[in-house]
């Protein structure tokens, strides 16, 4: 059974260019959730998507977007990129049942973004 | 929110001892799962335990939910097991999860 997928792996980019981050996740997972790594921020929550509707957002700028497809792979966007977004991001699946918690999140290898 | 304190912050061992990381929670325990990231950044799952005691090899971890703590012992560590731990909680009714600051643990020949 695949993994969760992330591309790109790596990327460069430079201030006020925007990005995207996709996200496969398992198959038969419903839920996808986005995580920022940075060494002074640690990990933190971006966004949450189950069956095409975002379910809970972190406390992030609206530079920060993110969507989910019906075959549940989910893309997140960063626009007018700042230093400060250079980061780790890290993508989770779980089977996902709404209403509920939803157990195990399993996670890619992550984007690691720079940016210049 | 709930909020999740680990400790020790870091962890220096001599391959062969044995180790003990905590992970204490300020509210209720429902999806407790223990990572290990590896060098290349991804958080490999080591153990999902709301609650009792589960054992992979030479890993092991015990949450007592009714004290909001966990515990994960590592025995015998190699230094393949260097990296940095990390408990994380979900807030409740979420796949949000609240992670702790890390264990980062260094083990030496």
């Known amino acids: 059974k695949a993994g969760v997928t992330q591309t790109p792996r790596y990327l460069i980019k430079t201030r006020g260019q925007q990005v995207t981050l996709s996200c496969s996740p398992i198959?038969?997972?419903?839920?996808v959730s986005w995580y920022q790594q940075t060494p002074g921020q640690g990990l933190q929550f971006l966004f949450e998507y189950f069956s095409e509707t975002q379910r809970n957002k972190g406390n992030f700028p609206g530079r920060f977007s993110g969507r989910q497809f019906s075959n549940s792979r989910s893309e997140m966007n960063v626009s007018t990129l700042e230093l400060g977004d250079s980061a780790l991001y890290l993508c989770?699946?779980?089977?996902?049942?709404?209403?509920?918690?939803?157990?195990?999140?399993?996670f890619g290898e992550g984007s690691r973004l720079t940016v210049l | 929110g709930i909020q999740v304190e680990q400790s020790p912050p870091d962890l220096i061992l001599q391959e062969g001892a044995n180790s003990t990381l905590r992970c204490n929670f300020s509210d209720s325990v429902n999806n407790l799962q223990w990572f290990h990231q590896n060098p290349w950044g991804q958080l490999i799952n080591l153990f999902y335990i709301p609650s009792g005691t589960k054992q992979n090899g030479r890993l092991s971890a015990t949450t007592v939910a009714t004290e909001r703590y966990s515990l994960l012992y590592i025995s015998s560590s190699q230094t393949t097991d260097s990296g940095v731990y990390f408990c994380?909680?979900?807030?409740?009714?979420?796949?949000?999860?609240?992670f702790g600051t890390g264990t980062r643990l260094q083990v030496f020949p």
């Open positions: 198959s038969g997972h419903r839920s």
């Open positions: 994380a909680e979900t807030s409740y009714n979420t796949d949000k999860l609240i």
């Open positions: 989770a699946s779980s089977p996902g049942r709404r209403g509920e918690n939803t157990g195990e999140l399993f």
